[in-house]
Structures are given as structure tokens and as C-alpha cells.
């Protein structure tokens, strides 16, 4: 058994499974599983077959594993080994011996094979097993990527999902998806419209976090520089970070820090980079500015911090950027200019 699996014998993993490595042994598997994906579904495969030979050897006895290895190997080679050559210095002849023929008799007792045997065996099988499984299992779903710099853009999913990419954003997402998970990754932001499949939960792999649904509609902030952030528009999500939880229904959000998981209200105004919606209610105009910087992808700054508490109730639908800015402006009794690609709000009150 000296065939490896990604520089990991079979022994080792035959007694990492069967509980008679040593620790440090142990340790060895657990960096090569650490290594890649690929070797930890490895081990997975293995462990289900190993789990389902497991009810064929239910023994009081503690079996070694290498030397069952070993002494299978031994008889192997023994069977392999070539007959004695004559010595020709030698003058002795020896007599040719009679053959006998042993008449078979359905009758005689079988010999009980010892338990070393019966489990050298089984791991043979095993082996061979897992390695005609991996053979025709390990075929990794090609991954396909849409990814925006300074542009947003709809991608429809093979599922029938619907995903609209905010600027700088990333999603990895298979050709096909298979097995009991649709599972994606992504970098940046994005709205998702799932496809309602109960069998197949919709997961969203994002900065660490998990988010999990079965079919509705929300938007992912995920950016590097800031916490993971989920605002539910329709059905229902679970956000998961390390052994945090939190469910979201819709109107609600959670905001991912490093050691827990905050409960929001849902802000609709972020998904306004999608909508061109925005609606205001009594919100402060740093709010809105940062809503309208966001959504537009402009660059919207106040002349002071005096005018940054001013109150708006409004709401805009699909407008242009310099026509939101001017009707803010008139609103609130501002100015607005531009220099360059920087807009300006300017003023000394909120009258």
C-alpha cells in the first residue's frame, strides 16, 4: 500500500480513519487536509466508504492495520518470488517428486481465516474503492467569474437567479450547479433575486460570512474595507459568521462585525445603485449625500459641517444626478456648484 494521494500514504489515512495514528501522524493529516479543498472532499469520500465497510468488521478485537498491510505484502511477494535455480557444481541429483492429484470434496470445513486477514482485505477494498470513486467524482464544476471596475451589470445564473453587480465587484459561480448546495462567492456588492428552490438552498460565500436562503431577493455589501452588510427586500436570509447566527426577514438587516452580528433596519437607499430609488424620510443630508455618492457613483461633498444636520423628507425615481442635487439644493435653501467632478453643497443654514 505505498501509493500516495497529494503526498499522503494510504496507510496514514487508513489509521487516521480507523483512530491508530499517532498524534503526531494526525497532525501530518490535518495540514495536508488544511492544504486544499480537494483533499479534504479526498478524505471525505474516504471516510464514506470506510463508514460503509465498517459494518463488515464489527469484531471485539483490536485490529493493526500495518501489519495486516505488511503481512499481505509478504505473502505478495512470497507468491512473486522465483523457483530455486540448480547448482550446476553440484552432483546430486534430486529425484523428480510424483504428482498427486487432491481429489476436491464439497464436504471438508473451511478454514476461518484469521481477523488480520479478513481486515487486509478490507482495506484492499477499500482502497481500490475510494480510488475508482475519486476517479469519477473528482471533476470540479468549471467556475466562471463577472466582475465590474467602473460599470454595474445584470448576470442571469444557470439556476435562473438573477444578479445585478454594483462597481468593483466580483461573483465566482460554477457552470452548473450540482449537488445539495448552490453556492457562489462574492467580492463587492450585488442585489440577488433567487430562484426559489427548496431543495437546493441558495449560499453566498462573502468575506467569511454565509448567507443562506431558499428563494428571495437582498443585497450583499461585501467590500474589503468594511463589515459584511445583508438588507432583506423580500423572504427570508440567514446570515452565519463562525458560531454567529441571525435570521432576516424582509425590512430588516444585519451588519457583520469581527466577534458578532448586529440587527439593522433595512436601508432600501442602498440599493439604489440598482433602483435610481431613493426616499428620504426627516434624514440627515450627510445621510443623503452618502446615499446619492453611492447610488450615482459621484463624488458629493459639503462646504461645512453646519448644513451636514439639515433634515430631508423627499424622495426621487430614476433622475439624474444633477437634477437630485439641484432639487436638494432648492430644498433646503443650498447652492450648488460643480468644479471639476466634484459637486459642491454650499451654505450657512437649513431655513
Known amino acids: ?3 500516495s494521494h497529494a503526498n499522503i500514504s494510504e496507510e ?30 479526498e478524505l471525505a469520500t474516504y471516510r464514506l466508504i470506510w463508514d460503509h465497510t465498517a459494518s463488515m468488521k464489527k469484531s471485539a478485537a483490536t485490529v493493526d492495520t500495518d501489519a495486516a498491510w505488511n503481512k499481505m505484502k509478504g505473502k505478495m511477494a512470497a507468491g512473486k518470488a522465483a523457483p530455486p535455480v540448480a ?16 481429489e476436491f470434496r464439497p464436504e471438508m470445513r473451511k478454514r476461518r481465516l484469521p481477523i488480520t486477514v479478513w481486515a487486509a482485505a478490507m482495506i484492499a477494498i477499500l482502497v481500490m474503492a475510494f480510488g475508482w470513486f475519486f476517479l469519477i467524482t473528482d471533476k470540479t464544476p ?31 459561480y460554477p457552470a452548473n450547479f450540482t449537488g445539495d448546495l448552490r453556492t457562489v462567492s462574492l467580492q ?38 468594511a463589515p459584511v452588510r445583508v438588507d432583506v427586500a423580500t423572504g427570508k436570509v440567514r446570515v452565519t459568521k463562525d458560531a454567529h447566527r441571525v435570521e432576516l426577514v424582509k425590512g430588516q438587516s444585519a451588519e457583520v462585525l469581527k466577534d458578532s452580528i448586529r440587527s439593522l433596519q ?4 442602498l440599493m439604489g445603485y440598482r433602483t435610481q430609488i431613493y426616499e428620504f424620510n426627516a434624514a440627515d443630508l450627510q445621510d443623503v449625500v452618502s446615499s446619492i455618492r453611492d447610488g450615482y457613483h459621484v463624488d458629493v461633498r459639503l462646504s461645512n459641517d453646519q448644513i451636514a ?12 444626478v444633477d437634477a437630485t442635487l439641484s432639487v436638494i439644493a432648492e430644498t433646503l435653501d ?18
Not at 442571469?156 to 461573483?171: C, E, I
Not at 463587492?188 to 467569511?208: L, T, Y
Not at 433595512?266 to 437607499?269: D, G, K, T, V
Not at 439639515?310 to 433622475?319: A, D, N, S, V
Open 12 to 41: 496514514l489515512l487508513a489509521r487516521y480513519l480507523g483512530n491508530t495514528a499517532s498524534e503526531s501522524e494526525k497532525n501530518e493529516v490535518d495540514a495536508w487536509l488544511a492544504e486544499s479543498e480537494a483533499n479534504a472532499r
Open 266 to 269: 433595512a436601508n432600501m437607499n
Open 188 to 225: 463587492g456588492e450585488a442585489f440577488f433575486d433567487v430562484k426559489p428552490d427548496a431543495a437546493h438552498p441558495f449560499v453566498i460565500q462573502a468575506n467569511g460570512t454565509e448567507i443562506r436562503v431558499l428563494g428571495t431577493s437582498f443585497n450583499v455589501k461585501a467590500y474589503n474595507e
Open 309 to 320: 444636520q439639515c433634515r430631508l423628507t423627499i424622495r426621487f425615481e430614476k433622475e439624474p
Open 87 to 102: 547448482d550446476a557444481s553440484s552432483k546430486v541429483e534430486t529425484p523428480a517428486r510424483e504428482a498427486k492429484t487432491i
Open 142 to 172: 468549471e467556475s466562471l467569474n463577472v466582475a465590474t471596475t467602473n460599470n454595474t451589470t445584470e448576470q442571469l445564473l444557470p439556476d435562473g437567479t438573477k444578479v445585478f453587480l454594483n462597481y468593483n465587484s466580483k461573483l465566482t
Open 1 to 3: 500500500m505505498n501509493s
Open 334 to 351: 443650498l447652492s450648488l456648484r460643480k468644479e471639476g467632478n466634484v459637486y459642491w453643497l454650499d451654505g450657512n443654514s437649513c431655513q
